[in-house]
């Protein structure tokens, strides 16, 4: 089955400096990379997707790559916020089920 | 903009007691989804459920598990005789079509404290 591996588990930068994390995938079947913010106490919320047809997407400060050849991913979020920080999860989907990553927790300083 | 309700939010049980956490999908979708999330971990797919009957499960669905959509709009997952090691957070999602790029909507989740 499909296996996502996340890094780094944690992340600190200066407000106002970029964030990168990056994923892998291991079925190279999975064709849709959706990336995930979770706030304390709260679901997860979609912040971002990409598709396999697509090499890279950017919404506003955030961005996603995507290899598929080497079948890695990345979200790339400039000008950090302190509303930034939270839990971010990639994940990796065929068809029906969403498998993700561990997690990156994210903090920005200001 | 339409959202999941997952009740209760939170929940306390004593070990071996049955729970049954409840969601509310969003109205035109069609595929229901329950993960869980222990707390500090990552969210783990548990069970997704089609047409009135479960399309795939992980390990993690054992025999204490089961889920049913009895009425038409609630999704239940219920846990028969909880452990301490049940104790996570529960996610409902739904999806509206099963193309391979269509938006998981998730709810705010439900907590379980087994003691």
């Known amino acids: 089955g499909e296996n996502v591996e996340q890094h780094p588990s944690t992340l600190s930068v200066q407000e106002g400096d970029s964030a990168v994390i990056k994923c892998t995938y291991s079925d190279s079947a999975s064709n849709y990379f959706p990336w995930y913010k979770q706030e304390l106490g709260k679901g997860p919320q979609l912040i971002i997707d990409i598709r396999s047809n697509v090499g890279e997407k950017k919404d506003q400060r955030i961005a996603v790559t995507l290899n598929k050849t080497a079948k890695h991913f990345s979200l790339h979020i400039t000008e950090t916020q302190p509303e930034d920080s939270a839990v971010y999860f990639c994940a990796a989907r065929r068809l029906g089920k969403l498998v993700f990553g561990a997690g990156t927790i994210l903090r920005v300083k200001s | 903009e339409p959202e999941v309700t997952q009740t209760p939010s939170h929940q306390v049980t004593q070990m071996g007691q049955e729970v049954i956490l409840r969601c509310v999908p969003i109205?035109?979708?069609?595929?229901f989804y329950w993960y869980r999330q222990i707390l500090g971990q990552k969210v783990e797919f548990l069970v997704s459920?089609?047409?009135?009957?479960?399309?795939?499960k992980s390990e993690i669905f054992d025999d204490q598990f089961s889920v049913e959509r009895p009425d038409g709009s609630n999704f239940t997952l219920k846990i028969r005789s909880t452990k301490l090691e049940d104790s996570a957070m529960y996610f409902c999602a739904t999806l509206r079509r099963l193309a391979s790029t269509g938006e998981l909507f998730f709810g705010e989740g439900s907590r379980l404290t087994v003691l």
């Open positions: 459920f089609y047409n009135n009957e479960i399309s795939e």
């Open positions: 109205s035109n979708h069609l595929y």
